[in-house]
């Protein structure tokens, strides 16, 4: 079977600032997201969560009026270098949404290959076929899907669509995983395998998923950060550090109302 994913990485970001038009929505933003472990993005709505993990893999840069300051560095290498490609960081950091977006009347094959074309990336059928297997069981769907792989992904439930999406994304091999709220259109049987998957990922990739539910923020992470915007000031990390931290002794007070439900 081919092997789907390349060396562990850390993903970095320094004093990251962002902007939509003239309004500040994150304020010099530090995190360090490790090797291989689950970084959980917690906070209130609005916070800044989402707009943080677009500066990740340089989506934020495509709404426009959006601009930013900072840095991001993937193993060391700041993403936003002048002479980089854009495609690099996209192929290199993979996105999932919300809303499962799977190509609706493609086929479950052709979806998970789908950003080779798009990367330019050349390969033969037969290792096609291996890496669709493979991006398929690590998702957590092969076992569902192997005899009908030549039906539209639209055809699946909305779990099996997220994680054909989640296989989608690792068929470019990327070296981070980011997940906005990933669960939150789903049943809660399908957001436990989805947990699941992402147990089962975080030994090969570095992951970061936002997410509003604390108990999905406590199982599946191993790193927590709490985002705030207060009064209408730009976003801040409160409190970043190991999830049994954040959840059993915070420092700060703020940390403790919301990780136990008194606001947000
Ligand atoms: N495309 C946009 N144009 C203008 N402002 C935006 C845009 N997207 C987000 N914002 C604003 O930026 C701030 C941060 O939004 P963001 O979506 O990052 O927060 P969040 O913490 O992810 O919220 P939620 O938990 O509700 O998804 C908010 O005040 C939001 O209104």
């Given at each position: 079977m081919t092997q789907v994913m390349s060396a562990l990485a850390e993903i970095d970001a320094r004093a990251v600032s962002a902007w939509f038009g003239e309004r500040k929505?994150?304020?010099r933003v530090s995190l360090l997201m490790p090797a291989g472990t689950v970084t959980a993005l917690i906070g209130?709505?609005?916070?800044g969560k989402s707009t943080f993990l677009r500066t990740l893999n340089r989506?934020?840069?495509?709404?426009?009026?959006a601009s930013l300051a900072g840095e991001v560095r993937l193993s060391g290498a700041?993403?936003?270098?002048?002479?980089?490609?854009?495609t690099d960081a996209r192929r290199q950091i993979g996105m999932v949404f919300q809303k499962p977006n799977p190509f609706p009347a493609m086929s479950i094959y052709d979806n998970v290959v789908a950003g080779l074309r798009l990367t330019g990336t050349r390969v033969s059928k037969s290792a096609k076929d291996d890496l669709v297997e493979s991006c398929l069981a690590k998702a957590g769907l092969w076992a569902e899907v192997r005899d009908r792989l030549?039906?539209?992904?639209?055809?699946?439930s909305g779990g099996q669509q997220q994680r054909l999406c989640i296989a989608r994304s690792l068929a470019v091999r990327p070296k981070v995983l980011l997940m906005d709220e990933p669960c939150s259109a789903l049943d809660p049987t399908s957001t436990r395998r989805i947990e699941q998957t992402i147990a089962e990922l975080a030994h090969e990739i570095t992951i970061v998923i936002v997410t509003h539910n604390m108990q999905q923020a406590a199982r599946v992470s191993q790193q927590c950060a709490f985002f705030l915007a207060e009064h209408g000031t730009p976003g801040v990390i409160v409190e970043a550090g190991p999830t049994e931290t954040i959840f059993?002794?915070?420092?700060?007070e703020r940390t403790s109302d919301y990780v136990h439900g008194r606001f947000g």
């Open positions: 929505v994150l304020d209130p709505s609005g916070c989506m934020h840069e495509l709404i426009p009026g700041d993403i936003y270098e002048p002479g980089r490609k854009l030549r039906q539209p992904g639209g055809a699946l059993g002794s915070p420092s700060d």
